[in-house]
T-cell receptor, first 107, second 116 residues
Framework: GQNIDQPTEMTATEGAIVQINCTYQ??????LFWYQQHAGEAPTFLSY????GLEEKGRFSSFLSRSKGYSYLLLKELQMKDSASYLC????????FGAGTTVTVRA | NAGVMQNPRHLVRRRGQEARLRCSPM?????VYWYRQLPEEGLKFMVY????????ESGMPKERFSAEFPKEGPSILRIQQVVRGDSAAYFC??????????????FGQGTRLTVV
């Protein structure tokens, strides 16, 4: 089975940086995904890691350490529109999600 | 290239009625996942299907819930004799046969089920 933990809420200021941590324990591992979900909308894909290290994609970066069962999503130059829930998901043959981290960006 | 299509977007049912939720995957995708999301909570895996096959239904409640993905037509999530606790958003995601490229799990817009 899968056990995926991430903080419930985070607050940051516009223009700042926020790091969302995710720890996981899984019986199998074939990649870690980050999704963004705005209230009332579908999750949308942000980033994917299968090997250790940092993946950078514009203002968003994601890091993975498989030996530690640890990932983080880094959001830089925060904008008001980044206020959303961020979901960490681990794949063996299916995607299993953490409960999500609600990020609130304040002016 | 249409995305994952779910219908209806909103569904209201009285207690005891049946709810049927439909999901048409993206073109070329033969794998479908169903997730349930309660307010302020994460996505809970329910079932993983290929065409004409249930791969994993470990997240499905033992009673009243069933899912299918026939050779032709959309995937259907069926909830019989709905209760108030079934009120939630139900999301479908699809992926191609080789789920080994990033961003290959695409989500539909969800069906919001309200049981009154």
């Amino acid at each position: 089975g899968q056990n995926i933990d991430q903080p419930t809420e985070m607050t940051a200021t516009e223009g700042a940086i926020v790091q969302i941590n995710c720890t996981y324990q899984t019986s199998g591992f074939n990649g870690l995904f980050w999704y963004q979900q705005h209230a009332g909308e579908a999750p949308t894909f942000l980033s994917y890691n299968v090997l250790d290290g940092l993946e950078e994609k514009g203002r968003f970066s994601s890091f993975l350490s498989r030996s530690k069962g640890y990932s983080y999503l880094l959001l830089k130059e925060l904008q008001m529109k980044d206020s959303a829930s961020y979901l960490c998901a681990v794949r063996d043959y299916k995607l299993s999600f953490g409960a999500g981290t609600t990020v609130t960006v304040r002016a | 290239n249409a995305g994952v299509m779910q219908n209806p977007r909103h569904l209201v049912r009285r207690r005891g009625q049946e709810a049927r939720l439909r999901c048409s995957p993206m073109k070329g995708h033969s794998h479908v996942y169903w997730y349930r999301q309660l307010p302020e909570e994460g996505l809970k895996f329910m079932v993983y299907l290929q065409k004409e096959n249930i791969i994993d239904e470990s997240g499905m409640p033992k009673e009243r819930f069933s899912a299918e993905f026939p050779k032709e037509g959309p995937s259907i999530l069926r909830i019989q004799q709905v209760v108030r606790g079934d009120s939630a958003a139900y999301f479908c995601a699809s992926s191609p046969p080789n789920f080994d490229r990033p961003s290959e799990a695409f989500f539909g817009q969800g069906t919001r089920l309200t049981v009154v």
